[in-house]
């Protein structure tokens, strides 16, 4: 079972990669086979709403790396994504992935059905929740499964962007159970039972 996990913050070496990895080191221990994939230094267009997939299957937008990344969602059992906070929302990088990923499957066979996984959300104050709501959102229309967890998946930056998580056990363990559900659900969905 292979679970991939995006980081969309375009920080080098960032809070949102550091918890999208801790939580993928976790799967692993799990006996998931895992990849990060980071939008940092990645280009990644915003869907301009031609439609242009409803027939062609696909997005057709080629000229940028929304592709690759398309082909490992595709080809994954669970996808994770970090976002930071901007103005109490996921960042735009990311919705653009999103956004055009969510539609392309939506018309070509709705292949993200039953994928397993949730966001994880980083912010210095304010707006965790509301942009880990805007993400889940993505999740649900998409008919992917949805873990559960004791709190939301949400973390906090340092001044600055600074990376913090060192200072902060409580979202460990936060992300400890999470992954320990979402292994618990893709074991359960490729047990053939
Ligand atoms: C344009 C911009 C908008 C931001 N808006 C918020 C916000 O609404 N709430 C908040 O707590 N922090 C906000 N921040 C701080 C970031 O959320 C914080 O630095 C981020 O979580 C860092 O994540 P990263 O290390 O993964 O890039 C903002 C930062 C930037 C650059």
């Known amino acids: 079972m292979k679970v991939i996990g995006i980081g969309g913050s375009l920080r080098k070496n ?20 895992t990849e990060f994939i980071s939008l940092s230094g990645k280009t990644i ?10 027939e062609a299957k696909k ?23 970090g976002s930071p906070v901007y103005y109490s929302s996921a960042v ?5 992935l999103l956004d055009r990923a969510g539609f392309s499957s939506r018309f070509s066979g709705k292949f993200f059905s039953r994928k397993v996984g949730a966001p994880i ?6 707006g965790h929740n509301l942009a880990f709501a805007q993400l889940l959102m ?4 998409n008919d992917m499964i949805i873990p559960g967890n004791t709190y939301w998946n949400v973390a906090t ?15 460990h363990d936060i992300l400890d159970n999470f992954a320990k559900n979402m292994a618990w659900v893709l074991k359960k969905l ?4």
């Open 121 to 126: 959300t980083v912010a210095r104050r304010a």
């Open 157 to 171: 930056a340092g001044a600055g962007g600074a990376r913090d998580p060192e200072n902060d056990r409580e979202v």
């Open 14 to 33: 960032s809070n949102s990669e550091y918890y999208v990895r801790y939580t993928l080191d976790k799967l692993a221990a799990e006996g998931m086979e």
């Open 138 to 141: 993505w999740y649900y229309i």
């Open 190 to 193: 490729n047990s053939g039972s």
């Open 45 to 54: 267009k915003p869907c301009r709403g031609c439609y242009g997939c409803r």
């Open 59 to 81: 997005c057709i937008q080629e000229d940028d790396d929304f592709g690759d990344i398309f082909d490992k969602m595709y080809g994954a059992d669970g996808i994770i994504v």
């Open 92 to 96: 735009p990088q990311l919705m653009a």
